[in-house]
């Protein structure tokens, strides 16, 4: 979902999971755990 109210994949289905992270060239979450320190912060729009 977006706040952008259009995207390329409109009507697109998808199937799958998010397997990687990688937030700053570091990787965070890998298969479904998280790796290191939590170090993100809020996104200001």
Same mark, same amino acid.
């Given at each position: $979902? !977006?706040?952008?109210?259009?995207?390329?994949? &409109?009507?697109? $289905?998808?199937? +799958?999971? =998010? @397997? %990687?992270? @990688? #937030? &700053?060239? *570091? #990787?965070?979450?890998?298969?479904?755990? #998280? %790796? +290191?320190? !939590? &170090?993100? *912060? =809020? %996104? @200001?729009?």
């Amino acid at each position: $979902e !977006s706040k952008c109210k259009w995207s390329p994949f &409109n009507g697109m $289905e998808f199937k +799958g999971k =998010p @397997v %990687l992270t @990688v #937030i &700053n060239g *570091q #990787i965070k979450m890998k298969d479904g755990k #998280i %790796l +290191g320190d !939590s &170090n993100g *912060q =809020p %996104l @200001v729009f």
